[in-house]
């Protein structure tokens, strides 16, 4: 289920691109004046040929706010991505537009909500969850090379590295990152206690301040567009931590996209509650203390304010232009220093149109399911998954993403919405 590929025809001098279903796998092109070229990495294009490389405004702006590039963009305007699931056929001469080879279909079930402790729907749906992970990370576990994971201690890793231990017959090797004398950001204490349970032979790097400045200019060297999501660095460290052991390497990405498992997806209903205070309190008293405080991560209270000083970027609007307020990455008084107020409402008014394009098998009232439609389908594949894959094959460390089986995606996106999220608890079934 992860592949980019390429296939030509000899005799028909004809053939394609294709990209598999959920985008883990990268593809880049570029028409030229003597053909076609593609590559793995958007720096494999640049020795094949002459094509346009001014840099694309829009693609530009859109890294600025969102912190990636989504398809079909890159930052050159002569340079395109192949998105998830798409195909593109060439012959002498003629390069045709992408078109999509598979779309997530629309939920299966009527949307009616279920409290998740009511019994034998939500008991048989959590079963079919389970045997579905169990089955796609049986699958992944197939190797001629040594096997592992990765392990953050986090709900998504752990569950696949149980599901690992349970099949792989020896010891799961597991791997974590942990930051020395940043606790707010370590993780290692959970990843122990996981490890510890499933008995994994487990390895941890702690980076430093120091460790991580250094890592730096070897990441920038190997990415030839920029990268606005800082996680890259510890995920290149630990993966080329993790190649000195093993060639392939089982995460637990896509479990926020699948499950809800983000607090952008909680924010929706915190922003009613938020309503609910009278306007005067808001305006006079509390809005005006949380502009004057800091945005940081440092600790669990100042992460707090900091959401809670994004949640009041999108008081009105539909469920999608709310989402994408939370998603960014700049305040709007960081942005408009940066980028030219329409060049900034022409881009989200691209994304907000691809939202609703990839989400209309899903009903309007059903609105949690399409959030993470549009995640699954365009911030994973552009962020995260990019991510992961520069900074693994860098190391050539072969990672593979058990919850992005087709079929656990698809059962999945056909849970109701209430299975996933409710009062405020996140990726309940998983």
């Known amino acids: 289920g992860m592949f980019a590929l390429a296939y030509y025809d000899r005799q028909a001098r004809s053939g394609f691109l294709a990209r598999d279903r959920f985008g883990v796998k990268p593809l880049f092109y570029a028409a030229t004046p003597h053909g076609l070229c593609f590559a793995s990495e958007l720096g494999g294009l640049l020795p094949l040929g002459a094509w346009d490389r001014t840099i694309d405004q829009r693609a530009l702006t859109q890294l600025l706010l969102f912190g990636y590039i989504a398809h079909p963009r890159t930052i050159h305007r002569g340079a395109r991505r192949l998105g998830p699931g798409e195909v593109l056929e060439f012959r002498p ?25 009511d019994g034998a729907l939500y008991a048989a749906a959590a079963g079919e969850v389970r045997r579905s992970l169990a089955r796609s990370v049986d699958l992944r576990k197939v190797s001629d090379v040594p096997i592992g994971a990765f392990l953050s201690g986090g709900l998504d890793s752990s569950v696949i590295v149980a599901h690992l231990s349970a099949v792989i017959g020896r010891p799961v090797q597991t791997f974590c990152v942990g930051h020395a004398g940043h606790a707010t ?54 993966s080329r931590f993790a190649a000195e052991r093993v060639t392939v390497a089982l995460s637990g990405d896509a479990g926020d996209e699948l499950f809800a498992g983000y607090w952008r997806y909680t924010a929706h209903d915190a922003l009613a509650a938020y309503r609910r205070i009278p306007r005067i309190l808001r305006r006079g008293l509390i809005e005006p203390a949380l502009r004057r405080g800091g945005s940081a991560k440092s600790s669990r209270l100042a992460n707090k304010l900091r959401q809670f000083r994004k949640l009041l970027r999108a008081e009105e609007g539909d469920a999608f232009q709310r989402h994408l307020a939370w998603s960014r990455i700049l305040p709007d008084e960081a942005a408009s220093g940066l980028v030219d107020p329409a060049e900034a409402a022409g881009c989200v008014e691209e994304v907000l149109d691809t939202a609703r394009r990839l989400t209309q098998p899903w009903s309007g009232d059903d609105e949690l399911n399409r959030l993470l439609a549009f995640d699954t389908q365009y911030g994973l594949p552009s962020d995260m998954l990019q991510k992961v894959d520069l900074a693994s094959m860098a190391h050539s460390l072969e990672v593979r993403t058990p919850f992005l089986d087709p079929a656990l995606v698809e059962l999945a996106g056909s849970l109701p919405a209430s299975y996933k999220m409710n009062r405020g608890r996140k990726k309940i079934i998983l």
């Open 93 to 117: 001469g003629a390069v045709a537009a992408p078109r999509r080879w598979y779309a997530l279909p629309g939920p299966a079930r009527e949307p009616a909500v279920h409290d998740e402790h």
């Open 185 to 238: 950001y370590d993780e290692t204490r959970f990843a122990r206690l996981v490890a510890r349970h499933f008995g994994t032979e487990h390895h941890e790097l702690v980076l430093t301040r120091a460790d991580t400045l250094a890592a730096v200019p070897r990441v920038l060297d190997h990415l030839a567009e920029p990268v606005g999501d800082s996680s890259i660095i510890p995920t290149w460290l630990v």
